[in-house]
């Protein structure tokens, strides 16, 4: 069964938004939108995951939770997925915790 995804990608090589583009519609520039099936969506992200080196990226799709969809994310960002109780909430790193982790 199919389903709609999208891929938020930063910093990541052209190659990989070539490859994307191909099963993937970049609506904006570096985010994709599409509607692929289970096995396309984790293969492509396998892809993302793969060179992804100092970018980040996040992937959302449908998922028979209460929100009704779930995240994934690689590389370093502010915004970091938490599992609160079955629900996925966002926690912001502040910019000191950042810059700790990068010296």
């Not at 490859?19 to 293969?43: F, H, I, K, N, Q």
């Amino acid at each position: 069964m199919t389903s709609m995804i999208v891929i938020a990608a930063t910093a990541v090589p052209p190659h990989l938004r070539g490859a994307l583009s191909r099963w993937l519609l970049e609506v904006t520039p570096e985010l994709y939108v599409g509607t692929v099936s289970a096995r396309v969506r984790d293969e492509l992200w396998v892809s993302v995951s793969a060179v992804c080196q100092n970018g980040s990226a996040v992937l959302a799709y449908p998922s028979d939770n209460e929100q009704g969809f779930e995240l994934r994310t690689i590389g370093s960002q502010r915004r970091a997925p938490v599992d609160f109780d079955g629900l996925t909430l966002v926690s912001f790193r502040r910019d000191s915790q950042e810059n700790a982790k990068a010296i």
